[in-house]
């Protein structure tokens, strides 16, 4: 059954008017015309058509595709921005309200992206103001390169591309340029670029129902920024042949979108469509760059990436490549304060990016002695079985860690955990076995390299904590009593840094009890492993017993106290699985050899 899209809004007939108020006190370069809500156009605060001495570049079109158009008004860039409502071109008043407030003597140039509604209103807008006297010249942009080239009289849809062309329209007149030239200009730039899109959902608009045109497992090519119809439904594919597939439909010498063949320089723009991830959007950046080097044979010169025209809460994105020249670069290097073009992107980008050297460890140990013995004594073998069985623990334990984590935390202890475990396991080869402080040292290094957040630097302040102990003392073969005190002092040291104690709900509590019976039964006179596998067991029932617990550490805070008691900590279980299972090992590894 069909629902109504979530939102965070009031009125679903304010959004626009209110998007505009908070726009302009984010930023105090904007100021809108009083005119809500018929009027909605954001221009400039600094410019007014009394005293501006250059030509105004103004656009704009239907609302739901912010940044769009309002967010790239600044100098540099957009003189000023109409808005329509959402989806919907703006009506000729509100744009000759805004070529009115803004254009001076020099003219103004309307960029219009090519929608009927769009080039109509536009169209009637330009017609009055010049017949009230006013300079007004219009480009119509038209990059899309998902449906055919012949569509009759509608011609090719306006996306993406168009803020490149507001970038260069704007940079010109910056630079005095007069109103021809800037027209030349942005014209022939809206003739370079190509832009097609791909979507993993439809977009839904406020106080409306969400669609479920596109089914599980489903996405579409060619999806408008409206919503409407691409040009053909395909199951998902990895992002390398999406991008690969949209590459090859823009680049196509036989439908000839844009002017681009092998050896000429180029502009890529990957641009989310509203509910894409900065992460995704920069995997299709990394993958589309050498693409368009190394398989289309072009010099990629700048690469902008982010949401720039979006379409509402759409999934997907879309990619414009712009074929450049030096006057291009130019523009779009030239300073702007438009609030929503990117920073740090302009300068030549260089052919390949060459990561830098890791600078080497101030270890002063020699290679041969951090690598793994050619004969393994007793101490080595079972070290070996012990870091294999606790490693083997935590794989096997992913996903019951991640469904725990998915209700107390944020779901991903059981891949953080995965990580350092298999990197473990791999690195296990080249471990100094023989040494047991080395290779404790060496298990901190293999978690840090590899497990990201907070139980990543725990554990390896956990392996420092105990190779510093074990290094204090001089014998080479390390007593069950060192071995103790390792732990308790690995324990002291994440207690120390974490800021956490037995009781908070973290992994502390299955190493504290433990340790203490670890200790307990040593003082006791109980042989090592059976104190060994003693204090496993109390490692288990303290990980249990944190169903029990209030959380007083970690992301598990925020969690009430009721999901909480559905199940044990995730840290704790996984500490407690790695312990046992260490503890194990060694056990059947002595009754083995005995």
Request: hydrophobic share 45%.
């Amino acid at each position: 059954m069909a629902s109504r899209g979530k939102k965070l809004i009031n009125d679903p007939n304010d959004v626009v008017t209110e998007f505009i108020e908070g726009l302009v006190e984010t930023y105090p370069g904007l100021q809108f015309l009083d005119g809500f809500p018929e009027v909605k156009v954001v221009l400039r605060a600094d410019v007014s058509s009394s005293t501006y001495d250059k030509v105004a570049i103004i656009s704009g079109g239907g609302s739901g595709h912010e940044p769009a158009q309002a967010g790239f008004v600044g100098e540099g860039m957009l003189t000023a921005a109409i808005c329509g409502d959402v989806f919907a071109s703006p009506p000729v008043d509100s744009i000759l309200a805004g070529i009115r407030a803004v254009t001076g003597p020099m003219g103004c140039l309307l960029i219009v992206t090519n929608y009927t509604g769009d080039r109509l209103n536009f169209g009637l807008a330009a017609e009055q103001a010049k017949s009230e006297g006013y300079k007004v010249e219009t480009v119509i942009v038209g990059d899309d390169c998902a449906l055919p080239p012949l569509r009759g009289i509608v011609g090719r849809r306006g996306l993406a591309g168009t803020i490149l062309v507001h970038k260069v329209a704007g940079a010109a007149a910056a630079a005095g340029l007069s109103l021809a030239d800037i027209a030349a200009e942005a014209k022939c730039a809206s003739e370079m670029v190509g832009t097609m899109g791909v979507a993993l959902s439809v977009c839904t608009l406020p106080g409306q129902v969400t669609s479920d045109r596109l089914g599980p497992g489903k996405m579409e090519l060619g999806l408008g920024i409206h919503g409407e119809p691409g040009a053909a439904v395909a199951d998902i594919q990895p992002v390398d042949v999406v991008v690969s597939h949209v590459l090859n439909q823009i680049l196509s010498l036989e439908t000839n979108y844009v002017p681009i063949t092998r050896g000429n320089r180029v502009v890529l723009m990957i641009n989310g469509l509203g509910a894409t991830p900065i992460m995704e959007l920069m995997i299709a950046s990394g993958k589309a760059v050498p693409k368009l080097q190394l398989e289309h044979g072009l010099a990629v010169d700048r690469v902008y990436t982010g949401s720039f025209m979006t379409s509402l809460d759409m999934a997907g994105f879309s990619i414009s490549i712009m074929k450049a020249d030096e006057t291009i670069l130019q523009r779009l290097d030239a300073p702007t304060t438009a609030a929503y073009w990117p920073v740090g992107v302009d300068g030549n980008h260089p052919p390949t990016k060459i990561p830098v050297p890791m600078p080497p460890s101030r270890s002063t140990k020699s290679d041969e002695a951090l690598s793994r013995p050619p004969q393994l004594n007793q101490q080595g073998q079972i070290l070996e079985v012990a870091i294999e069985a606790a490693a083997h623990a935590v794989v096997n334990l992913r996903e019951s860690l991640n469904e725990w984590d998915s209700k107390v935390g944020d779901g991903d202890c059981g891949s953080t955990m995965y990580r350092g475990a298999t990197a473990i396991l791999a690195d296990i080869k080249n471990y100094p076995l023989n040494d047991a402080a080395e290779t404790v040292n060496e298990i901190g290094s293999s978690i840090r390299r590899v497990m990201g957040g907070t139980s990543g630097i725990l554990y390896t302040i956990f392996c420092k904590a105990a190779y510093a102990q074990l290094t204090a003392s001089s014998q080479s073969v390390v007593t069950a009593k060192q071995w103790a005190e390792a732990l308790e002092a690995s324990i002291a040291a994440v207690c120390k840094y974490g800021g956490a104690s037995a009781g908070y709900r973290t992994l502390l509590d299955a190493l504290i009890p433990a340790s203490a019976i670890l200790q307990e039964r040593l003082n006791a006179g109980d042989d090592p492993c059976t104190a060994f596998v003693l204090s496993s067991e109390a490692a288990l029932a303290g990980a249990e017993s944190t169903k029990h617990m209030q959380a007083q550490a970690g992301r598990s805070t925020y969690v009430s106290g009721e999901i909480l008691a559905s199940v044990p900590d995730p840290g704790a279980m996984a500490a407690a699985s790695w312990y046992r299972a260490a503890a194990v090992a060694v056990m059947e590894k002595y009754r083995a050899s005995s």
